[in-house]
């Protein structure tokens, strides 16, 4: 039973396309992420999502465009692909925490995803 | 611009010594703390938290926090080929979790 999931896991495409990454979990959990980890491994949060609503978004392009249906639900639609954009993306969720809002993260399986 | 530092390795340590991982970070109002490991091709995964200063155990992982000096450490105590993998230091508060760039640990057998 997967609590985390996410589709697809690899993902190879061309530069100017347009593409998405669906991400569910199962946790009940309230507030949900996108992360990307890059070829030297650092790993960024993208966006945040706390039932449905965005609370975080750090400086990515507009190029991203994440959406959230449900709390259960977070997809991530990227247009115009370039090179750099090559990388892993997590999903993630996690509960209210014990100090707040941002507690401990369970992530996805993580997408592959190569542009060329 | 809220940051956490670690060493990338790789610490090399022999099968049964015992491991330790440092991490410090930026923000004084950080509250929570994690270490996370994370397999080569895989997912990070939740090792332990802590959240007050002091020691905290669970099996043969001790992680110790002391926020006057902004430092978290990660013990990992009879290392096991299995133990190598990369371990990543996260801290949150009001806003969340901001991870270091980890640290690569290598068990030799």
């Known amino acids: 039973d997967t609590a985390v999931s996410q589709t697809p896991k690899y993902l190879v495409t061309q530069m100017g396309n347009d593409k998405s990454i669906k991400c569910e979990q199962n946790?009940?959990?309230?507030?949900m992420y996108w992360y990307k980890q890059d070829s030297k491994k650092f790993l960024k949060i993208m966006f945040s999502y706390n039932n449905k609503e965005l609370i975080i978004n750090e400086t990515v392009p507009n190029r991203f465009s994440p959406k959230s249906p449900d709390k259960a639900h977070l997809n991530l639609h990227i247009n115009s692909l370039e090179l750099g954009d090559s990388a892993v993306y997590f999903c993630a969720s996690s509960p209210f925490g014990q100090t707040g809002l941002f507690d401990t993260i369970y992530f996805g399986e993580g997408s592959w995803l190569t542009v060329v | 611009q809220k940051e956490v530092e670690q060493n990338s390795g790789p610490l090399s340590v022999p099968e049964g010594a015992i491991a330790s991982l440092n991490c410090t970070y930026s923000d004084r109002g950080s509250q929570s703390f994690f270490w996370y490991r994370q397999y080569s091709g895989k997912s990070p995964e939740l090792i332990m938290f802590?959240?007050?200063?002091g020691d905290k155990e669970d099996g043969r992982f001790t992680a110790q926090l002391n926020k006057a000096s902004q430092y978290v450490s990660l013990l990992i105590r009879d290392s096991q080929p299995s133990d190598s993998a990369t371990y990543l230091c996260?801290?949150?508060?009001?806003?969340?979790?901001?991870f270091g760039k980890g640290t690569r640990l290598s068990v030799i057998a």
């Open positions: 996260a801290v949150a508060g009001n806003t969340p979790l901001v």
């Open positions: 946790l009940g959990h309230d507030t």
């Open positions: 802590i959240y007050s200063n």
